[in-house]
């Protein structure tokens, strides 16, 4: 009985050049290289190939791998993840986009939520963070589409919010939130999440407001802090890397009432991670003594403070006027292009309509924010 014939160096050489034709790398320049590396192995091997068949294979493997080579040079050269300063700066440079609120306050404070941006809102329980982040939801779902994840309130609590909310719209105006206004309960964790994000973010969409942060799971976390950290950190690449704006609403940390700044509870990573930080604060009543027992706070009006902005001021803060835990009239909302110039170190901002995209509307939803005309005085401040 005949054994089997063992292989040549040159046809398992072969084998493994149609194997790497057929593979896919998610590396390219990894794969590049590999390839590079077998076509020398199998010019070396047709040197020393006595067998003029064998040759011929050899040069034709080769010559395939090199074909596959080049297409997937030239799909790195496309994609390459550097560009030049030259590059960079050639052709129109695009403004700054923001979805302008209409809330006074929180207009003049960031201009508005800019695109592309992540950013926290975080508040202690009960002041209204909820409130406020939705109300935001329903200001832009009168014109495009946005998500909601809602992981904290659940269907039934939902529906009593949103039909609050909604009765005072005129058709018109609720016929585009009903179609707009996407709401998901169920993409808590944070790989789904990712997912339904990307999806969405395929498909157009690209506002997102995520209620909370406390209730997305990490998996691969140890502990509490390291899954802030790793939630912070997959919000801020993603909203990076799709150009969406994604609104977090999170938690302050125990400590936040009695520092000079404010702070997220959790990992120091999600300062670092954010593009805008906002945090809403109550406000004392009036002769309110910080050793008090009980301390009475208003309910007319917060105080929103923003502790960072990578897209204008900082650490700067006005009132929110809660006129009517149900309703809210707001100004003109609308999408704007922002040019910014610096002069003399100073920031000017001109505003402008952005072509082809505004819209211009008074959502009829149902709390009142409006703006203090007085500024808010030294023992308002919340720290």
Do not use: W
């Amino acid at each position: 009985m005949s054994g089997k014939k063992n292989k040549t160096q040159s046809q398992i050489a072969i084998e493994k050049a149609y194997m790497l034709i057929s593979k896919t790398y998610e590396d390219k320049i990894d794969y590049i290289s590999e390839l590079n590396r077998h076509i020398q192995n199998l010019k070396i091997l047709e040197s020393k190939e006595g067998d003029f068949n064998e040759k011929v294979k050899l040069d034709l493997a080769a010559t395939e791998l090199k074909v596959r080579m080049l297409k997937e040079s030239i799909e790195v050269k496309q994609n390459k993840p550097y560009v030049s300063l030259r590059e960079l700066m050639s052709g129109e440079i695009p403004k700054p986009i923001f979805f302008q609120t209409g809330i006074e306050p929180l207009d003049n404070l960031i201009v508005g939520i800019p695109k592309g941006a992540f950013v926290n809102v975080a508040a202690a329980s009960g002041v209204g963070k909820t409130t406020l982040v939705t109300k935001l939801g329903l200001t832009f779902s009168t014109y495009k589409k946005i998500v909601h994840f809602d992981f904290e309130m659940g269907r039934y609590k939902m529906q009593l919010m949103f039909k609050k909310y909604i009765n005072n719209m005129d058709e018109q105006k609720k016929e585009k939130v009903l179609d707009n206004y996407l709401i998901d309960h169920q993409s808590y964790n944070l790989d789904a999440l990712e997912r339904e994000i990307n999806y969405h973010a395929y498909n157009g969409c690209d506002l997102f407001i995520i209620d909370s942060k406390m209730k997305i799971v990490d998996k691969t976390a140890k502990d509490e802090i390291r899954a802030a950290s790793n939630i912070s950190k997959k919000l801020s690449e993603l909203s990076r890397d799709l150009g969406v704006t994604i609104i977090l609403i999170n938690q302050m940390s125990e400590a936040s009432q009695k520092e000079k700044l404010p702070s997220l509870k959790g990992s120091g990573d999600q300062l670092y991670d954010s593009d805008v930080v906002l945090f809403l604060f109550k406000e004392k009543k009036e002769n309110q003594s910080d050793d008090a027992a009980i301390i009475e706070f208003r309910e007319d009006r917060r105080i929103l403070y923003v502790r960072k902005n990578r897209f204008g001021k900082e650490e700067i803060q006005s009132y929110l006027y809660y006129k009517d835990v149900s309703p809210m009239n707001q100004n003109e909302s609308k999408e704007i292009q922002v040019e910014e110039q610096d002069i003399g170190g100073v920031k000017v901002i001109q505003y402008e309509a952005a072509p082809n995209n505004v819209v211009e509307y008074e959502p009829e939803v149902n709390m009142d924010i409006g703006m203090d005309d007085g500024d808010i005085n030294e023992e308002d401040y919340p720290f």
